[in-house]
């Protein structure tokens, strides 16, 4: 059969958005795996949230669900309790993971499922217009907040280590060969893995975009102390300080699947879709 990851559905990003680069680098990522014949097409599962981000569900020739806003996460757990043997993706915002969904990112991390979260962090919930998101920069100036951001950003990372993290990882939105990169490993990783897109939004919160000169390769990194401190050098807030690349923290952990008696009954049986 041959492979088709492409939609008819009308693209309505802004021309130049991110989002597509986001969006090549995540089939080039698929069909790899599919050519290698690691997976077929029908193993993959997407979930996606609500925002400019999430339209890549109509964008991508996969099978999912489109979520409630800040859901994406529960969703895709909830698929990996259906059918531990799916390769599962969500795709979500910061506004949508680090204010509806925060407590999902927590304990995600907790169940350690075996999946990916793609993380599109543009600093901004942008198809409402742009309002600040918990990871938008102090000062920031937007309609809802015509005096400015006064509060400290979030830092995502850092919670992610606290929480249990078994995989945190961090690209660039303008980067397509190292988002493939890092979406490859993500996907590899047995457990749960974190990625945060660093992406541009080119019509809101436009102070927070052109973070490039900071940003810097790490090697794959095991060692926790190593990586409480990468998470520490960026903060969302200045432009000034570095802002590591790459895998921030890896170690491997009991899957969900693996823990639940009942799911590695499914795990070691294969069961599937179609064909298996
Ligand atoms: C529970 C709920 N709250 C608010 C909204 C309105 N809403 C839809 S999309 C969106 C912004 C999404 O921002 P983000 O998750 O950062 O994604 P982006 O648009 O930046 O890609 C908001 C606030 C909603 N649909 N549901
Ligand atoms: S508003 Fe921003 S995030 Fe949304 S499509 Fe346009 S450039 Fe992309």
Redesign the pocket.
């Known amino acids: 059969m041959k492979l088709n990851l492409t939609t008819k559905s009308e693209n ?3 021309p ?4 597509h680069m986001i969006l090549a680098s995540v089939k080039q990522t698929i069909t790899s795996f599919i050519d290698a014949k690691k997976f077929r097409q029908e193993d993959f599962a997407i979930t996606t949230d609500i ?3 999430a ?1 890549i569900f109509d964008y991508i020739n996969l099978s999912g669900i489109y979520c409630l806003h800040g859901r994406a996460l529960p969703t895709a757990i909830g698929m990996k309790l259906g059918n531990p043997n799916l390769k599962v993706l969500a795709f979500a915002g910061d506004g949508a993971v680090y204010s509806e969904g925060i407590s999902h990112f927590i304990h995600a991390f907790k169940y350690n499922a075996d999946m990916t979260l793609v993380l ?1 962090d ?1 600093q ?1 919930f ?2 409402t217009t ?1 309002q600040p998101t918990p990871t938008s920069q102090q000062g920031y100036v937007s309609k809802v907040n015509p005096l400015g951001v006064f509060d400290k950003p979030m830092n995502p990372i850092k919670i992610a280590l606290a929480s249990g993290a078994t995989f945190i990882a961090r690209t660039s939105a303008k980067d397509i060969p190292h988002m493939t990169e890092i979406f490859t490993k993500a996907v590899n990783h047995k457990g749960f893995s974190f990625v945060e897109v660093i ?6 919160n436009l102070d927070s975009n052109g973070k490039d000169s900071q940003m810097y390769n790490v090697k794959d990194n095991l060692d926790k102390k190593v990586a409480e401190k990468l998470a520490g050098e960026f903060d969302y807030n200045s432009k000034k300080g570095k802002i590591p690349m790459g895998v921030i923290y890896r170690v491997r952990e009991p899957t969900l699947g693996e823990k639940w008696p009942q799911l590695r009954g499914l795990l070691e049986r294969k069961v599937g879709w179609v064909g298996k």
């Open positions: 309505t990003w802004c130049g958005c991110p989002n925002g400019c981000h339209k599109h543009n901004s942008s198809l742009g992406q541009d939004c080119l019509i809101f």
